[in-house]
């Protein structure tokens, strides 16, 4: 064979071969445009709205003609202290039911307040589910020390950190080199610590590796010969026969030198 | 003295065997069989539930003291008279278990996934499984069965706190056949070509409830294969109706051991992996 067709064919093998490894490189990293995170003010707003005054009409239907995006928007649910003093609020309006008042707030923490949030988290941006952890964490506590409104509380914290795992789960089906990053590790930590398991499965590459250091040959190859497609045979077939060959030419050009 | 040591090694050799031995079971209750239906090959471990004299026992993950879930079966398994022990429901890539689960009144994981199958493994050896589609899972709690619907924040915070309360075994898995319909479609489940494992329980003729561990050594999707081990059920096993039927995992950790009712090991029907890798356990015991 003549030489620089020789050379021709190992320089291809090692292009093709640093094409396959960047290539896989790439599709871990790859990295999505996610939208700008949620307004750092959303659980930080300063300015406080007077629920009394909407209450001070026992006669309206709370459900009904609840403000709720005024409410949202307010510093009412952000700390623990303001809670509290809304909590008071609504179970004297409700003649001091708790239970109703209860059923009454965690609603309106969880899912009206996911539909207020749904537009502003279309995209997804890990910061913006710190914040929202960070804010739910608070609810965890107060069920521990608000004996009347424990329930109300949990729900509200179970709500959310579901909320979060599954967002997460979202997130690394969406972007495959997310689950690499320090926030995501770091939230997904946080999660697992509270006992809410982001259940990430094996990406391809990873249930080969995880397979390979098990050292399932005969697994893999039988894997190899009944789901891969006829293409992705031949093209390893090839690739596999480029590589030997190039090898077989360095061995052969380098035996020959010394023989000189 | 030599022959006094000899028997004082002779008695621990044969008292440590004796620890470690499967103890064998009432082998007209459990049948198990390889069998070829409509031109699929099937092994299946057949269980009638008469008397309640076979029950399951899981275990879903690493217990308190990090013992793991291989090391926490062993202990348990001392003296025990075990039937089969099998993977049982998906691990995720840090080898946790998927979707909501507590094992033995111990929380694990408070994610509810996406999968229709909540599957309660009581204390006392039985097996309920509820489609959370309906909204209507009912566990014994405060000596009473209660309702939850665990889409419901309320609801699945107090069936999580009565789980607890009850020291019952919770985890979450795909539900493919329940009360004789198939659940999962065609297009919206699994279509990689592969092997798979079902666990079900079925009603025959009389009432008799006996549960079911299917391996489906060919491979298929997940509907083609639920389409046809159904019907070897109905048809071919002679069940009035399937209960319910869930997928076992076989993918990173395919573990599956049977006995025979002598108690020794059946070398023909088995998983590829080592029990020791488990992630979780289901096991099937007669006592």
């Known amino acids: 064979m003549n030489k620089t067709l020789k050379i021709l064919i190992l320089f291809l093998v090692i292009v ?26 959303l659980f930080r707003n300063t300015e406080k709205f007077n629920l009394k005054t909407v209450l001070s009409d026992t006669t309206i239907n709370l459900e009904k003609n609840f403000p709720y995006t005024k409410y949202f928007e307010s510093a009412n649910y952000s700390t623990g202290k303001n809670i509290a003093i809304d909590l008071a609020t609504l179970i004297n309006f409700n003649k001091g039911d708790a239970e109703k008042t209860g059923m009454f707030y965690s609603e309106l923490l969880t899912n ?7 537009p502003r988290m279309k995209n997804f941006s890990i910061d913006s589910f710190i914040y929202l952890e960070k804010w739910a964490e608070q609810f965890k506590s107060y069920s521990e020390v608000d004996q009347q409104n ?20 979202k997130l690394d089906s969406i972007d495959q080199g997310a689950k690499f990053t320090f926030k995501y590790k770091y939230l997904r930590a946080r999660c697992a610590q509270e006992k809410y398991l982001t259940s990430i499965g094996f990406s391809s590459t990873e249930k080969v590796m995880n397979n390979l250091t098990q050292q399932k040959w005969g697994y893999i190859i039988k894997r190899f010969f009944t789901e891969t497609s006829i293409f992705l045979k031949i093209g390893m077939v090839l690739f596999l026969f480029l590589t030997l060959y190039g090898y077989i030419c ?11 | 003295m030599k022959y006094i040591l000899l028997t004082i090694v002779l008695l621990t050799i044969t008292l440590t065997n004796t620890g470690s031995k499967n103890l064998g079971y009432d082998k007209n ?22 008397g309640e ?9 690493k217990d308190v003291n990090n013992n793991s879930v291989y090391q926490r079966y062993k202990q348990w398994a001392v003296g025990k008279k075990i039937i089969l022990v099998s993977s049982g429901t998906y691990m995720d890539n840090s080898f946790s278990p998927v979707g909501i689960t507590i094992d033995n009144g111990v929380i694990v994981n408070k994610s509810l996934e996406n999968f229709d199958g909540l599957v309660i493994v009581y204390a006392t050896g039985g097996i309920a499984v509820s489609n959370i589609k309906d909204g209507n899972l009912s566990i014994n709690c405060d000596g009473g069965n209660k309702t939850y619907d665990v889409k419901k924040p309320y609801d699945r915070i107090n069936f999580m706190n009565c789980a607890v309360e009850v020291g019952a075994t919770v985890f979450q898995t795909h539900l493919l056949v329940f009360k004789n319909d198939i659940k999962v479609g065609q297009s919206n489940s699994s279509q990689t070509q592969r092997e798979r494992r079902f666990l079900a329980a079925c009603k025959d003729e009389n009432g008799v409830v006996h549960h079911f561990v299917i391996n489906s050594p060919g491979n298929c999707s997940l509907y083609e294969c639920t389409k046809r081990v159904k019907e070897l059920l109905i048809n071919g096993k002679d069940m009035e109706e399937v209960v319910f039927m869930i997928n076992l995992d076989t993918g990173a950790q395919d573990v599956f051991k049977v006995y025979d009712a002598d108690g020794s090991e059946n070398t023909l029907i088995k998983g590829t992996q080592d029990l020791s890798i488990a992630a979780n356990l289901l096991v099937y015991y007669y006592e």
Do not use: C, P
């Not at chain 1, 307040?113 to 749904?118: C, F, N």
């Open chain 1, 16 to 41: 093709v071969g640093v094409v396959f490894l960047l290539s896989q490189l790439m599709k871990g990293s790859s990295k999505k445009e996610v939208e700008e995170v949620i307004n750092g003010q």
């Open chain 1, 112 to 118: 009206k307040l996911a539909e207020y949030l749904k």
């Open chain 1, 150 to 169: 424990s329930i109300m509380h949990e729900i509200v914290y179970d709500y959310w950190m579901n909320s979060i795992t599954t967002n997460l789960r």
């Open chain 1, 250 to 260: 360095i061995i052969k050009q380098h035996t020959k030198g010394r023989k000189r």
């Open chain 2, 29 to 50: 209750l459990v049948d198990i069989a390889s069998t070829k239906y409509n031109g699929n090959k099937y092994e299946t471990i057949m269980m009638s539930r008469k």
């Open chain 2, 53 to 61: 004299r076979v029950k399951a026992k899981y275990f879903a993950a």
